[in-house]
T-cell receptor, first 111, second 113 residues
Framework: GQNIDQPTEMTATEGAIVQINCTYQ??????LFWYQQHAGEAPTFLSY????GLEEKGRFSSFLSRSKGYSYLLLKELQMKDSASYLC????????????FGAGTRLFVKA | EAQVTQNPRYLITVTGKKLTVTCSQN?????MSWYRQDPGLGLRQIYY?????VTDKGDVPEGYKVSRKEKRNFPLILESPSPNQTSLYFC???WGAGPNEQFFGPGTRLTVL
């Protein structure tokens, strides 16, 4: 079956670094995405990994290990505006091209 | 401006009254998708479309229909809405099903009484 797990909530301090983990189980892995969603708004794309390793994009980095079914999103130099939900999603090519999302991790950044 | 639009943004209706939520994108994207978002459950895919006249079920298709007659439009149809379809709905599009980010519409908040 398909399953994605990520922590429900995390709290971090402004200026710090936070790592949000995501584990997944899928039979037809075809890429992993991270999206950011502020309350009451639509998700917006942050990063994509299809090969193992680290992808860096400014303050945001995402890591993937396909053999472990594991990814993390690293946010550096946290700002108050980073308070949002972070959604891990997997593209599954089994019998089509579904996209499966985790329930999301709510990040609270405090001063 | 490149965007995905949805209408209506808010809708309150009654059980059994057919409704359609429209979705349109101006980016010439091939892949389009509908999701519902419920507290604690995250985004769940209802239907997706790889291209015109090609649609397929996501994880929660029961009670919904879609069509893809034109590349830019992907309406979501609820033939007989029920209260358990009360949710926040998002339409999204991307270039294809591969390593392509999805662009999301602003969302439609549906309440079925």
């Amino acid at each position: 079956g398909q399953n994605i797990d990520q922590p429900t909530e995390m709290t971090a301090t402004e200026g710090a670094i936070v790592q949000i983990n995501c584990t997944y189980q899928t039979s037809g892995f075809n890429g992993l995405f991270w999206y950011q969603q502020h309350a009451g708004e639509a998700p917006t794309f942050l990063s994509y990994n299809v090969l193992d390793g680290l992808e860096e994009k400014g303050r945001f980095s995402s890591f993937l290990s396909r053999s472990k079914g594991y990814s993390y999103l690293l946010l550096k130099e946290l700002q108050m505006k980073d308070s949002a939900s972070y959604l891990c999603a997997v593209r599954d090519s089994t019998g089509g091209f579904k996209t499966i999302f985790g329930a999301g991790t709510r990040l609270f950044v405090k001063a | 401006e490149a965007q995905v639009t949805q209408n209506p943004r808010y809708l309150i209706t009654v059980t059994g009254k057919k409704l359609t939520v429209t979705c349109s994108q101006n980016m010439n994207h091939e892949y389009m998708s509908w999701y519902r978002q419920d507290p604690g459950l995250g985004l769940r895919q209802i239907y997706y479309s790889m291209n015109v006249e090609v649609t397929d079920k996501g994880d929660v298709p029961e009670g919904y229909k879609v069509s893809r007659k034109e590349k830019r439009n992907f309406p979501l149809i609820l033939e007989s809405p029920s209260p358990n379809q009360t949710s926040l709905y998002f339409c999204a599009s991307s270039w294809g099903a591969g390593p392509n980010e999805q662009f999301f519409g602003p969302g439609t908040r549906l309440t079925v009484l």
